[in-house]
Protein backbone atom coordinates (compact mmCIF):
# COMPACT_ATOMS: atom_id res chain seq x y z
CA UNK A 1 0.00 0.00 0.00
CA UNK A 2 1.01 3.32 -0.89
CA UNK A 3 2.13 6.14 2.01
CA UNK A 4 -0.21 9.25 1.53
CA UNK A 5 1.77 12.47 1.60
CA UNK A 6 0.31 15.22 3.86
CA UNK A 7 0.31 18.19 1.01
CA UNK A 8 0.51 20.31 3.76
CA UNK A 9 3.86 19.12 5.44
CA UNK A 10 7.14 21.13 3.22
CA UNK A 11 10.30 19.45 3.11
CA UNK A 12 12.82 22.56 4.31
CA UNK A 13 15.38 23.78 1.62
CA UNK A 14 19.06 23.58 2.23
CA UNK A 15 21.13 26.47 0.41
CA UNK A 16 24.07 27.86 -0.47
CA UNK A 17 24.67 31.67 -0.60
CA UNK A 18 27.12 33.51 -3.36
CA UNK A 19 28.78 36.64 -3.05
CA UNK A 20 31.10 38.83 -4.83
CA UNK A 21 33.74 40.78 -3.87
CA UNK A 22 35.12 43.32 -6.16
CA UNK A 23 35.88 47.10 -6.11
CA UNK A 24 32.45 48.50 -5.55
CA UNK A 25 31.93 46.06 -2.84
CA UNK A 26 34.87 44.89 -0.61
CA UNK A 27 35.27 41.90 1.67
CA UNK A 28 33.72 43.21 4.32
CA UNK A 29 30.72 44.68 2.47
CA UNK A 30 30.55 41.83 0.96
CA UNK A 31 30.14 39.17 3.73
CA UNK A 32 27.53 42.22 5.37
CA UNK A 33 25.55 41.67 2.63
CA UNK A 34 25.71 37.72 2.49
CA UNK A 35 24.83 38.34 6.28
CA UNK A 36 21.51 39.99 5.51
CA UNK A 37 20.73 37.30 2.35
CA UNK A 38 21.01 34.86 4.90
CA UNK A 39 17.92 36.98 7.14
CA UNK A 40 16.37 37.01 3.59
CA UNK A 41 16.88 32.90 3.08
CA UNK A 42 15.51 32.37 6.71
CA UNK A 43 12.53 34.87 6.33
CA UNK A 44 11.82 32.76 3.19
CA UNK A 45 12.14 29.43 4.66
CA UNK A 46 15.62 28.07 3.40
CA UNK A 47 18.59 27.00 6.15
CA UNK A 48 21.47 28.24 5.07
CA UNK A 49 24.69 25.86 5.14
CA UNK A 50 27.31 27.38 3.40
CA UNK A 51 28.39 31.12 2.25
CA UNK A 52 30.63 31.36 -0.74
CA UNK A 53 32.68 34.53 -2.32
CA UNK A 54 34.18 35.37 -5.82
CA UNK A 55 36.63 38.08 -6.30
CA UNK A 56 35.58 39.13 -10.09
CA UNK A 57 36.53 41.80 -12.14
CA UNK A 58 33.58 41.75 -13.71
CA UNK A 59 30.83 38.80 -13.65
CA UNK A 60 31.58 35.70 -15.94
CA UNK A 61 28.86 36.00 -18.84
CA UNK A 62 28.06 32.26 -18.90
CA UNK A 63 27.64 31.52 -15.47
CA UNK A 64 28.45 34.94 -13.24
CA UNK A 65 31.08 33.02 -11.15
CA UNK A 66 33.52 31.44 -13.52
CA UNK A 67 34.45 27.39 -14.08
CA UNK A 68 36.73 27.29 -11.24
CA UNK A 69 34.62 28.68 -8.40
CA UNK A 70 31.27 26.39 -9.75
CA UNK A 71 33.36 23.40 -9.87
CA UNK A 72 33.76 24.28 -5.75
CA UNK A 73 30.00 25.16 -5.27
CA UNK A 74 29.16 22.10 -7.42
CA UNK A 75 31.65 19.63 -5.09
CA UNK A 76 29.91 21.36 -2.11
CA UNK A 77 26.17 20.78 -3.63
CA UNK A 78 26.55 17.12 -4.56
CA UNK A 79 28.16 15.69 -0.78
CA UNK A 80 25.66 17.96 1.36
CA UNK A 81 22.50 17.04 -1.13
CA UNK A 82 21.86 21.13 -1.42
CA UNK A 83 18.77 22.04 -2.93
CA UNK A 84 19.20 25.89 -3.63
CA UNK A 85 22.10 28.54 -4.74
CA UNK A 86 21.45 32.05 -3.99
CA UNK A 87 23.41 34.45 -5.08
CA UNK A 88 23.44 38.11 -4.04
CA UNK A 89 23.12 39.88 -6.99
CA UNK A 90 20.28 39.64 -9.90
CA UNK A 91 21.59 36.87 -12.93
CA UNK A 92 21.16 37.27 -16.09
CA UNK A 93 18.12 35.06 -17.54
CA UNK A 94 21.01 33.50 -19.46
CA UNK A 95 23.22 32.86 -16.39
CA UNK A 96 20.52 31.21 -14.45
CA UNK A 97 19.67 28.85 -17.28
CA UNK A 98 23.28 28.01 -17.65
CA UNK A 99 23.73 27.44 -13.87
CA UNK A 100 20.63 25.21 -13.38
CA UNK A 101 22.06 23.30 -16.11
CA UNK A 102 25.15 23.06 -14.88
CA UNK A 103 24.56 22.47 -11.14
CA UNK A 104 21.12 20.45 -11.46
CA UNK A 105 19.59 22.17 -8.60
CA UNK A 106 16.90 25.75 -8.35
CA UNK A 107 19.16 28.98 -8.53
CA UNK A 108 17.49 32.31 -7.29
CA UNK A 109 18.96 35.53 -7.29
CA UNK A 110 18.47 38.18 -5.10
CA UNK A 111 15.88 40.24 -6.76
CA UNK A 112 13.98 36.55 -6.94
CA UNK A 113 14.10 35.78 -3.38
CA UNK A 114 12.83 38.97 -1.83
CA UNK A 115 9.57 38.55 -4.71
CA UNK A 116 8.93 35.30 -3.01
CA UNK A 117 9.03 37.11 0.15
CA UNK A 118 6.74 39.51 -0.71
CA UNK A 119 4.74 36.89 -2.62
CA UNK A 120 4.32 34.53 0.79
CA UNK A 121 3.87 37.97 2.71
CA UNK A 122 1.37 39.62 0.37
CA UNK A 123 -2.36 39.33 2.18
CA UNK A 124 -4.94 41.83 1.21
CA UNK A 125 -6.16 42.03 -2.75
CA UNK A 126 -4.40 44.76 -3.68
CA UNK A 127 -0.76 43.89 -2.23
CA UNK A 128 -0.64 40.67 -3.81
CA UNK A 129 -1.65 42.15 -7.50
CA UNK A 130 1.29 44.82 -6.58
CA UNK A 131 3.25 41.22 -5.76
CA UNK A 132 2.23 39.17 -8.97
CA UNK A 133 2.56 42.42 -11.58
CA UNK A 134 6.54 42.65 -9.83
CA UNK A 135 7.08 38.94 -9.91
CA UNK A 136 5.13 38.86 -13.79
CA UNK A 137 7.78 41.76 -15.40
CA UNK A 138 10.94 39.48 -13.51
CA UNK A 139 9.62 36.11 -15.08
CA UNK A 140 8.89 37.61 -18.78
CA UNK A 141 12.88 37.55 -19.93
CA UNK A 142 13.33 34.46 -18.04
CA UNK A 143 10.79 32.71 -19.98
CA UNK A 144 12.14 29.26 -21.29
CA UNK A 145 9.31 27.51 -22.15
CA UNK A 146 8.05 25.44 -18.66
CA UNK A 147 5.64 27.98 -18.14
CA UNK A 148 3.05 26.39 -20.20
CA UNK A 149 0.70 26.45 -17.14
CA UNK A 150 0.53 29.85 -17.71
CA UNK A 151 -2.01 29.31 -20.72
CA UNK A 152 -4.69 28.00 -18.40
CA UNK A 153 -5.10 31.63 -16.93
CA UNK A 154 -6.27 32.93 -20.44
CA UNK A 155 -9.39 31.24 -19.88
CA UNK A 156 -9.86 30.04 -23.55
CA UNK A 157 -9.57 27.45 -25.53
CA UNK A 158 -7.76 28.87 -28.92
CA UNK A 159 -4.34 31.07 -29.72
CA UNK A 160 -4.27 33.96 -31.95
CA UNK A 161 -1.15 32.17 -33.53
CA UNK A 162 -0.87 29.54 -36.18
CA UNK A 163 -0.22 25.74 -34.89
CA UNK A 164 3.59 25.84 -35.76
CA UNK A 165 4.15 28.99 -33.14
CA UNK A 166 6.79 28.52 -30.80
CA UNK A 167 5.87 27.49 -27.67
CA UNK A 168 8.19 30.18 -25.94
CA UNK A 169 6.13 33.01 -27.88
CA UNK A 170 3.08 31.82 -26.70
CA UNK A 171 4.21 31.62 -22.81
CA UNK A 172 5.51 35.31 -23.59
CA UNK A 173 2.83 36.65 -25.28
CA UNK A 174 0.40 35.15 -22.04
CA UNK A 175 3.03 36.77 -19.63
CA UNK A 176 2.30 39.97 -21.70
CA UNK A 177 -1.51 39.71 -21.23
CA UNK A 178 -1.27 39.05 -17.44
CA UNK A 179 1.13 42.29 -16.97
CA UNK A 180 -1.49 44.25 -18.98
CA UNK A 181 -4.58 43.17 -16.73
CA UNK A 182 -2.17 43.47 -13.91
CA UNK A 183 -1.70 47.06 -14.41
CA UNK A 184 -5.23 47.58 -15.67
CA UNK A 185 -6.58 46.33 -11.92
CA UNK A 186 -3.85 48.31 -10.02
CA UNK A 187 -4.74 51.73 -11.94
CA UNK A 188 -8.46 50.37 -10.61
CA UNK A 189 -6.93 50.08 -6.80
CA UNK A 190 -4.73 53.08 -7.52
CA UNK A 191 -7.95 55.89 -8.05
CA UNK A 192 -9.67 53.97 -5.23
CA UNK A 193 -6.74 54.82 -2.94
CA UNK A 194 -6.02 58.08 -4.25
CA UNK A 195 -9.69 59.02 -3.06
CA UNK A 196 -9.39 57.84 0.15
CA UNK A 197 -6.67 59.76 0.70
CA UNK A 198 -8.33 62.76 -0.60
CA UNK A 199 -10.78 62.48 2.30
CA UNK A 200 -8.09 62.36 4.72
CA UNK A 201 -6.93 65.92 3.58
CA UNK A 202 -7.57 67.69 6.59
CA UNK A 203 -5.84 65.76 8.52
CA UNK A 204 -1.92 65.86 9.46
CA UNK A 205 -0.40 62.41 7.64
CA UNK A 206 2.65 60.99 9.06
CA UNK A 207 4.36 57.92 7.99
CA UNK A 208 6.65 55.48 9.72
CA UNK A 209 9.56 54.76 7.01
CA UNK A 210 12.92 52.83 7.58
CA UNK A 211 15.01 49.91 6.60
CA UNK A 212 12.90 46.40 7.15
CA UNK A 213 12.93 44.96 10.38
CA UNK A 214 13.32 48.22 12.44
CA UNK A 215 10.44 48.15 14.69
CA UNK A 216 8.10 50.48 12.47
CA UNK A 217 5.03 48.28 13.54
CA UNK A 218 5.59 47.69 16.98
CA UNK A 219 5.82 51.69 17.03
CA UNK A 220 2.77 51.43 15.39
CA UNK A 221 0.96 49.84 17.43
CA UNK A 222 1.90 52.05 20.67
CA UNK A 223 0.76 54.94 18.94
CA UNK A 224 -2.39 54.11 17.66
CA UNK A 225 -3.42 51.27 20.01
CA UNK A 226 -3.74 49.22 17.22
CA UNK A 227 -2.41 45.37 16.49
CA UNK A 228 -0.94 45.91 13.38
CA UNK A 229 1.45 42.37 12.57
CA UNK A 230 4.73 42.29 14.09
CA UNK A 231 7.32 40.16 13.99
CA UNK A 232 11.19 39.55 13.41
CA UNK A 233 11.32 38.88 10.17
CA UNK A 234 11.93 40.62 7.12
CA UNK A 235 9.21 42.54 5.09
CA UNK A 236 6.16 41.34 8.06
CA UNK A 237 4.51 44.89 7.13
CA UNK A 238 3.79 45.02 2.95
CA UNK A 239 0.21 46.46 3.20
CA UNK A 240 0.14 49.92 4.11
CA UNK A 241 -1.61 50.63 7.69
CA UNK A 242 -3.07 53.82 8.25
CA UNK A 243 -4.69 54.68 12.10
CA UNK A 244 -6.04 57.97 13.68
CA UNK A 245 -3.79 59.05 16.23
CA UNK A 246 -4.80 60.80 18.97
CA UNK A 247 -1.93 62.44 21.60
CA UNK A 248 -3.96 65.06 23.75
CA UNK A 249 -6.10 66.87 22.10
CA UNK A 250 -4.81 66.83 18.83
CA UNK A 251 -5.19 64.26 16.39
CA UNK A 252 -3.21 63.48 13.22
CA UNK A 253 -2.92 60.20 10.43
CA UNK A 254 -0.35 57.78 10.96
CA UNK A 255 1.21 55.42 8.22
CA UNK A 256 3.22 52.07 8.58
CA UNK A 257 4.68 51.16 5.07
CA UNK A 258 6.37 48.65 3.93
CA UNK A 259 10.22 48.53 4.70
CA UNK A 260 13.11 49.43 2.92
CA UNK A 261 16.52 46.91 1.74
CA UNK A 262 19.39 47.57 -0.48
CA UNK A 263 18.90 46.64 -4.07
CA UNK A 264 15.17 46.74 -3.73
CA UNK A 265 13.73 45.00 -6.97
CA UNK A 266 13.26 47.65 -9.39
CA UNK A 267 9.76 45.68 -10.05
CA UNK A 268 8.74 46.34 -6.73
CA UNK A 269 9.31 50.19 -6.65
CA UNK A 270 7.03 50.62 -9.57
CA UNK A 271 4.64 47.78 -8.63
CA UNK A 272 4.39 49.51 -4.66
CA UNK A 273 3.41 53.23 -6.52
CA UNK A 274 0.31 53.34 -4.25
CA UNK A 275 1.59 52.04 -1.23
CA UNK A 276 5.00 54.58 -1.76
CA UNK A 277 1.96 57.42 -2.14
CA UNK A 278 1.32 57.27 1.29
CA UNK A 279 5.07 58.54 1.70
CA UNK A 280 5.28 60.97 -1.20
CA UNK A 281 1.86 62.77 0.14
CA UNK A 282 2.89 62.81 4.23
CA UNK A 283 3.49 65.83 5.74
CA UNK A 284 5.85 64.22 8.25
CA UNK A 285 8.48 61.32 8.22
CA UNK A 286 9.35 59.22 10.90
CA UNK A 287 12.47 57.59 10.22
CA UNK A 288 12.98 54.37 11.93
CA UNK A 289 16.49 53.27 12.81
CA UNK A 290 17.88 49.71 14.76
CA UNK A 291 20.64 51.48 16.36
CA UNK A 292 21.71 48.19 18.04
CA UNK A 293 22.38 46.93 14.14
CA UNK A 294 26.18 47.35 13.64
CA UNK A 295 25.75 48.74 9.70
CA UNK A 296 22.67 51.27 11.36
CA UNK A 297 24.92 53.87 9.28
CA UNK A 298 24.28 52.13 5.70
CA UNK A 299 20.55 51.21 6.56
CA UNK A 300 20.32 55.17 7.08
CA UNK A 301 22.16 56.03 3.75
CA UNK A 302 20.06 53.55 1.55
CA UNK A 303 16.40 54.51 3.29
CA UNK A 304 17.55 58.25 2.42
CA UNK A 305 18.52 57.29 -1.04
CA UNK A 306 15.38 55.60 -1.75
CA UNK A 307 13.21 58.56 -0.17
CA UNK A 308 15.09 60.37 -3.06
CA UNK A 309 14.18 57.95 -5.81
CA UNK A 310 10.43 58.37 -4.88
CA UNK A 311 10.47 61.85 -4.84
CA UNK A 312 9.97 62.28 -1.05
CA UNK A 313 13.75 63.27 -0.14
CA UNK A 314 13.18 66.47 0.53
CA UNK A 315 10.01 66.17 4.01
CA UNK A 316 10.36 66.96 7.21
CA UNK A 317 11.57 63.75 8.57
CA UNK A 318 12.01 62.97 12.87
CA UNK A 319 15.16 60.45 12.93
CA UNK A 320 14.49 58.10 15.78
CA UNK A 321 17.00 55.38 17.18
CA UNK A 322 14.83 52.20 17.78
CA UNK A 323 16.22 49.05 19.88
CA UNK A 324 18.24 51.19 22.39
CA UNK A 325 17.61 48.12 24.84
CA UNK A 326 19.46 45.74 22.03
CA UNK A 327 22.22 48.23 21.82
CA UNK A 328 25.77 46.32 23.01
CA UNK A 329 29.91 47.46 22.60
CA UNK A 330 32.93 46.09 23.73
CA UNK A 331 34.73 48.47 26.01
CA UNK A 332 38.53 48.44 24.89
CA UNK A 333 41.21 48.34 28.07
CA UNK A 334 43.09 51.08 28.74
CA UNK A 335 46.74 49.41 27.24
CA UNK A 336 44.72 48.24 23.85
CA UNK A 337 46.51 50.00 21.26
CA UNK A 338 44.24 48.41 18.57
CA UNK A 339 42.11 51.34 16.65
CA UNK A 340 38.59 51.81 17.96
CA UNK A 341 35.88 50.56 15.86
CA UNK A 342 32.27 51.04 15.57
CA UNK A 343 31.93 47.93 18.66
CA UNK A 344 33.54 49.81 20.63
CA UNK A 345 31.50 53.05 21.42
CA UNK A 346 29.08 52.69 23.97
CA UNK A 347 25.50 54.50 23.13
CA UNK A 348 26.01 57.38 24.89
CA UNK A 349 30.06 58.25 23.47
CA UNK A 350 27.79 57.66 19.86
CA UNK A 351 25.10 59.95 20.88
CA UNK A 352 28.24 62.89 20.81
CA UNK A 353 29.51 62.34 16.96
CA UNK A 354 27.39 63.38 13.94
CA UNK A 355 23.80 62.50 15.79
CA UNK A 356 24.54 65.69 18.29
CA UNK A 357 23.88 68.04 15.32
CA UNK A 358 20.20 66.69 14.60
CA UNK A 359 19.53 68.87 18.00
CA UNK A 360 15.60 68.15 18.55
CA UNK A 361 15.39 65.79 15.20
CA UNK A 362 16.99 63.29 16.70
CA UNK A 363 15.46 61.10 19.37
CA UNK A 364 16.40 57.52 21.52
CA UNK A 365 14.02 55.30 22.66
CA UNK A 366 12.94 50.98 22.66
CA UNK A 367 9.25 50.60 21.42
CA UNK A 368 9.50 47.37 22.81
CA UNK A 369 10.41 48.59 26.57
CA UNK A 370 9.03 51.44 26.05
CA UNK A 371 11.92 53.48 26.75
CA UNK A 372 11.63 57.43 26.18
CA UNK A 373 7.89 56.73 24.99
CA UNK A 374 7.26 59.95 26.56
CA UNK A 375 9.61 62.31 24.66
CA UNK A 376 8.46 60.69 21.39
CA UNK A 377 5.30 61.48 21.60
CA UNK A 378 5.93 64.70 23.11
CA UNK A 379 7.76 65.51 20.30
CA UNK A 380 6.03 64.15 17.32
CA UNK A 381 2.52 65.99 19.18
CA UNK A 382 5.00 69.74 18.55
CA UNK A 383 5.76 69.35 15.40
CA UNK A 384 2.22 67.90 14.11
CA UNK A 385 0.60 70.49 16.00
CA UNK A 386 3.02 73.17 14.06
CA UNK A 387 2.27 72.21 11.05
CA UNK A 388 -1.37 71.93 11.70
CA UNK A 389 -1.36 75.60 12.71
CA UNK A 390 0.31 76.79 9.79
CA UNK A 391 -2.07 74.70 7.79
CA UNK A 392 -5.42 75.86 9.89
CA UNK A 393 -4.65 78.97 11.56
CA UNK A 394 -8.08 79.48 12.34
CA UNK A 395 -7.77 76.42 14.52
CA UNK A 396 -5.16 78.20 17.35
CA UNK A 397 -7.95 78.58 19.78
CA UNK A 398 -8.18 74.76 20.02
CA UNK A 399 -4.41 74.64 21.09
Not at 263 to 269: C, D, F, I
Not at 364 to 377: G, L, P, R, V, W
Amino acid sequence: MKKVLNVTEKEIETAVLIGVINKQQNEALSFEYLHELAFLAETYGVVTKKTFTQKLEKADKATFIGKGKLAEVKSYIVENKISVVIFDDELLPSQQRNLETELGVKIIDRTNLILEIFSQRAQTAHARTQVELARQKYLLPRLTGMWTHLERQRGGTGTRGGAGEMEIETDRRISRDRIAQLQDDLKIIDKQMATQRKNRGEFVRVALVGYTNVGKSTIMNLMSKSDVFAENKLFATLDTTVRKVTIENLFFLLCDTVGFIRKLPTQLVESFKSTLDEVREADLLIHVVDISHQNFEDHIHVVKQTLIDIGAGDKPTILVFNKIDAFTFVKKDEDDLTPTTRENISLEELKNTWMKDLNENCLFISAHQKTNMDEFKKTIYDTVKAIHIKRFPYNNLFY
